[in-house]
């Protein structure tokens, strides 16, 4: 069993080791891009393939090794079956999902296959999916359901997804040069599906570690086995005090350094928020015909207008890892637009200042019904300070307070550390 092992994440390593920051540039090119796809995800009491049949006696590795190891990885062929289900503290989006959907329920114009839309669902609940992935330019993620299933498939420059509970499909052509220039620059392209919604263990860990830095403390704490395959137990926490996340645990592949598993464990204690991994993985070459697709007859198919006019789909986990949002929003702590970022790190809170400076009020108006002012009581918690008064909106994972005055602050922490924001601002 591997021994505790700290890295310093801002440093590098003996002997000529590439540092943490080379070695997740080459993770970012070598990161299976599931294009077709991609939320936060995760398991509360994962289906006895998935759990741990007892810690196998490997070789003791480091963390900055094990690190490298990942970053090292250039495996890009795989199909499996991925376990994923995530506990925000809130309501299931999948019947909210079809709801708003152009194309659902008494919606007009669009489809109930659109993937910007469909792949909310995987933002709550418990989803088994089925993937599949050769190459960068290859990929197929399917979710299934009890008598349905949504498959997203990405081929080339062909994108097509179907819902065979509607039987409806969308349809879109990536631009290639586009893409391809995005790729040169070690940058993601603006393909016409959501990128912010990983559906694989390595898609998560790699928001994880591109951001590890001072305020992260990463370890290696023994093994497990996943999938039935030997793994490594990479741990990151933050340092700091404040935040939301407790501890990112990626059980990694011993043998070729892919992440088989995720989970993210609350600072409040209780069950994972998000934990996903394999309960079945091959890394043999999948067939070609898992990548192709010929909607059935009959099949209503809506074609995208222009890939590169798609609006991007909302971002996933990488928004509440160290580093992203400053990158995102500004550097230097400006931010873009009415956003400025207030911290660094895990406690990285985002100062948002809405248009016309107006909040939801706390009261209702004098002449309103009594269950007016129930509604606005029930919306969140009341807080109050040198700010002003204001809302705080909590899930599991990400709070805001919005107050009267109509500013926003967001992060990935507790309630006491954005009032504490919205104090030291006023």
């Known amino acids: 069993m591997a021994p505790n092992d700290s890295a310093e994440t801002n440093g590098g390593t003996n002997g000529g080791t590439r540092g943490p920051a080379a070695g997740r540039r080459k993770a970012a090119r070598y990161i299976v891009p599931v294009a077709v796809a991609g939320v936060a995800a995760a398991t509360i009491g994962l289906v006895p393939a998935l759990a741990s049949s007892g810690d196998?006696?490997?070789?003791?590795?480091?963390?900055?090794?094990?690190?490298?190891?990942?970053?090292?990885?250039?495996?890009?062929?795989?199909?499996?079956?991925?376990?994923?289900?995530?506990?925000?503290?809130?309501?299931?989006?999948?019947?909210?999902?079809?709801?708003?959907?152009?194309?659902?329920?008494?919606?007009?114009?669009?489809?109930?296959?659109?993937?910007?839309?469909?792949?909310t669902e995987l933002a709550s609940g418990t989803h088994t999916l089925r993937v599949a992935a050769d190459g960068p330019d290859k990929q197929r993620v399917s979710i299934l359901d009890d008598a349905s299933e949504y498959s997203l498939i990405h081929n080339g420059d062909q994108v097509w997804a179907y819902d065979s509970k509607s039987d409806q499909a969308y349809h879109a052509t990536e631009d290639r040069a586009g893409k391809d220039a995005g790729r040169d620059a070690g940058k993601k392209s603006g393909h016409p599906v959501p990128e912010g919604v990983p559906t694989t263990p390595k898609a998560l860990a790699e928001q994880v570690l591109k951001a590890a830095g001072p305020t992260t403390s990463v370890t290696v704490d023994g093994t497990a086995q996943v999938a039935?395959?030997?793994?490594?137990?990479?741990?990151?926490?933050p340092r700091q005090s404040g935040s939301t996340i407790g501890s990112i645990t990626v059980a990694v592949d011993a043998k070729n350094g892919v992440p088989l598993k995720f989970t993210l464990l609350p600072s409040s204690g209780?069950?994972?928020?998000?934990?996903?991994?394999?309960?079945?993985?091959?890394?043999?070459?999948?067939?070609?015909?898992?990548?192709?697709?010929?909607?059935?007859?009959?099949?209503?198919?809506?074609?995208?207008?222009?890939?590169?006019?798609?609006?991007?789909?909302?971002?996933?986990?990488?928004?509440?890892?160290?580093?992203?949002?400053?990158?995102?929003?500004?550097?230097?702590?400006?931010?873009?637009?009415?956003?400025?970022?207030?911290?660094?790190?895990?406690?990285?809170?985002?100062?948002?200042?809405?248009?016309?400076?107006t909040g939801i009020p706390s009261k209702a108006p004098g002449d309103a019904p009594a269950e007016a002012q129930q509604f606005l009581d029930a919306l969140g918690d009341k807080v109050s300070g040198k700010f002003g008064s204001g809302t705080v909106f909590k899930t599991r994972l990400v709070n805001a307070l919005m107050t009267d005055d109509g500013k926003v602050y967001v992060g990935a922490v507790t309630k006491d550390a954005l009032v504490k924001a919205a104090n030291s601002a006023s």
């Open 56 to 119: 196998p006696d490997l070789p003791k590795i480091g963390a900055q090794e094990l690190i490298e190891k990942i970053a090292a990885s250039d495996t890009e062929q795989f199909s499996g079956t991925v376990k994923i289900s995530t506990d925000l503290g809130i309501p299931s989006l999948g019947g909210l999902a079809e709801s708003f959907a152009p194309g659902g329920a008494g919606g007009k114009g669009g489809s109930s296959a659109d993937p910007q839309e469909r792949m």
């Open 270 to 357: 209780g069950k994972a928020i998000v934990d996903a991994g394999f309960t079945k993985v091959d890394f043999s070459k999948p067939d070609a015909s898992s990548f192709t697709f010929t909607p059935p007859k009959g099949t209503e198919v809506t074609e995208a207008d222009d890939a590169k006019a798609q609006h991007k789909a909302d971002k996933g986990l990488g928004d509440l890892i160290p580093g992203a949002d400053a990158a995102q929003l500004g550097a230097g702590g400006k931010g873009a637009g009415n956003t400025k970022i207030i911290g660094e790190g895990w406690s990285t809170i985002a100062e948002i200042t809405t248009p016309g400076g």
């Open 228 to 237: 039935g395959r030997d793994a490594y137990k990479l741990v990151v926490k």
